[in-house]
């Protein structure tokens, strides 16, 4: 579904991405992990093309989309839900209608269907009585649920995830990483950039490690997280899981 060729990104001076190459097969979940700086948000965004490469291709659905003009790189990105650290919701917008806008304004969907796929999907998030609320009366969690249901409501292909929980509070990070479980149990295509190792253990197909700009090892989660072989991500693991 996504494959990168020699992906580099530099900015100024620095290169951040060294040269990755890697690919996304249909209904996999890959959970990228690594040290802060290591270059895993930089490598999500430019899936999507929110980063240019300085160099490499990005190929998605077997087409390249490195070069695309931007009405044909929009029509791409409809089928790449994202979801960001910071939820970015609308506030001066409902909950459904912050849902609905996207497949109104750019699907052309009538309003009485975007607003039944939209209670559904607030019900998939758990949130359906949470359609009239205004984003300032909800929790961080439950903005973020708000944020994924927005994402899929363009019945994506793929959903991109940029460190989805590192914006909440400890109690609330369980909730939203819940609905991503349910999701990747669906079948969603996904690639998640987090620090939740519980979850990267659990749902991943494949967990890849990054740091320093390259892809330093990829595997199962069995394979990474009890089995590594890389000696940074031997090390990097030693200091974030408790023994």
């Known amino acids: 579904m996504i494959q990168t060729v020699g992906l580099k990104k530099s900015f100024g001076d620095t290169e951040v991405i060294k040269g990755i190459d890697a690919q996304v097969e249909k209904g996999q979940v890959i959970v990228v992990i690594g040290p802060s700086g290591g270059g895993k948000s930089t490598f999500l965004r430019m899936l999507n093309m929110l980063e240019q490469p300085t160099a490499g291709s990005v190929f998605f659905e077997g087409e390249d989309i490195t070069h695309l003009p931007t009405n044909k790189l929009d029509t791409v990105r409809e089928k790449m839900g994202m979801v960001f650290q910071s939820f970015n ?38 949130l359906a009585d949470k359609a009239d609320a205004f984003p300032a009366s909800l929790s961080g969690g439950q903005q973020q649920r708000v944020a994924i249901a927005r994402a899929l409501a363009m019945d994506p292909d793929v959903m991109l995830f940029d460190e989805p929980t590192s914006a909440l509070d400890p109690e609330m990070v369980g909730e939203v990483l819940k609905v991503m479980q349910a999701l990747a149990k669906a079948g969603m295509t996904m690639v998640v950039v987090t620090h939740e190792m519980g979850f990267a253990r659990q749902v991943a197909d494949q967990v890849w490690f990054m740091d320093g700009g390259v892809l330093a090892e990829k595997g199962t989660p069995e394979q990474i997280f009890d089995h590594p072989k890389n000696e940074r991500t031997k090390s990097f693991l030693a200091k974030v899981l408790v023994q």
Not at 89 to 98: E, H, K, T
């Open 89 to 126: 919701l609308f506030p001066n917008m409902n909950v459904l209608a912050n849902v609905t806008l996207a497949p109104q304004r750019v699907k052309k969907t009538g309003a009485a269907a975007a607003n039944e796929q939209g209670q559904q999907l607030l019900e998939q998030v758990g």
